[in-house]
């Protein structure tokens, strides 16, 4: 596990986001990327996972897809939760933290863009 704190994980998460496209960060609209240090039993479950199976969940998006939404949306801005603890038990050199976080990110903000699994780029 590599060390570092939650202000650097923030940092490099803020990185993550402000390198995206411009042509798909034009679009984000509504929705707000969070650091959180743990996911809850409830996210786990939410997502078929389990902390006595050992799973760990690296990030989480809450909210309505694009694709589900009508003229009409409109709600509390839609989260992308960054989960600093399974990342950093999961990654062994800060390079790999770093390429992890991106792509986390941008796998969380292809739901929000209403893409599955299958169809995510990491």
Do not use: W
């Not at 570092?4 to 679009?27: G, N, R």
């Not at 509504?30 to 039993?41: K, L, Q, Y």
């Not at 050992?54 to 694709?67: A, K, M, N, P, T």
């Amino acid at each position: 596990m590599i060390r570092m704190s939650a202000e650097q994980f923030e940092e490099l998460v803020a990185k993550a986001v402000d390198s995206l496209p411009a042509d798909f960060a034009e679009l984000l609209d509504n929705v707000a990327v969070m650091v959180e240090e743990e996911p809850t039993a409830e996210d786990l479950e939410g997502v078929g996972m389990s902390a006595a199976e050992g799973d760990e969940l690296f990030g989480l998006y809450q909210g309505v897809s694009l694709l589900d939404r009508d003229t009409f949306y409109s709600a509390l801005p839609d989260r992308v939760v960054i989960y600093r603890g399974p990342i950093l038990r999961a990654c062994t050199s800060r390079r790999e933290v770093l390429r992890e976080v991106r792509d986390t990110v941008i796998h969380e903000l292809g739901h929000y863009f209403g893409m599955d699994e299958e169809q995510m780029p990491y």
